[in-house]
């Protein structure tokens, strides 16, 4: 149980650091927010916890053609909330990156990647 509050405890530390780091600075905010650290973390809990290197590499693979079908999304955003407001934005942005995440499945699939 302690691990697992451990866990939680630094992964909350690093969203608290992207929110306190773009506060300050939008260009060094978006910076952080663009590293992978949540990956990272997440690969090393799943070292530390004796995973088999394949369900790592998997991870990272997986995380990789995850990531793709999402960039879509930060380049509506900006448009969107000029025009509708966060919140709808925010429900814009989700439906859109649903769709490009539906498109995109298809279109790998076609190449032996399968996503969903």
């Known amino acids: 149980m302690k691990w697992l509050v451990t866990k939680y405890l630094i992964t909350a530390a690093v969203v608290v650091l992207v929110s306190e780091a773009a506060k300050r600075s939008d260009r060094f905010g978006g910076f952080v927010a663009a590293l992978p650290m949540i990956t990272l973390l997440t690969l090393v809990w799943l070292h530390i916890e004796n995973q088999p290197e394949a369900k790592l590499?998997?991870?990272?693979?997986?995380?990789?053609w995850y990531v793709?079908?999402?960039?879509?999304?930060?380049l509506a955003f900006p448009w969107l909330l000029q025009r509708f407001g966060f919140w709808w934005t925010l429900g814009s942005c989700a439906l859109i990156t649903m769709a490009c995440f539906g498109a995109f499945a298809l279109v790998v699939k076609r190449f032996g990647i399968t996503l969903l």
């Open 68 to 74: 793709v079908p999402t960039l879509p999304m930060f």
């Open 57 to 64: 590499a998997n991870h990272a693979w997986y995380t990789f």
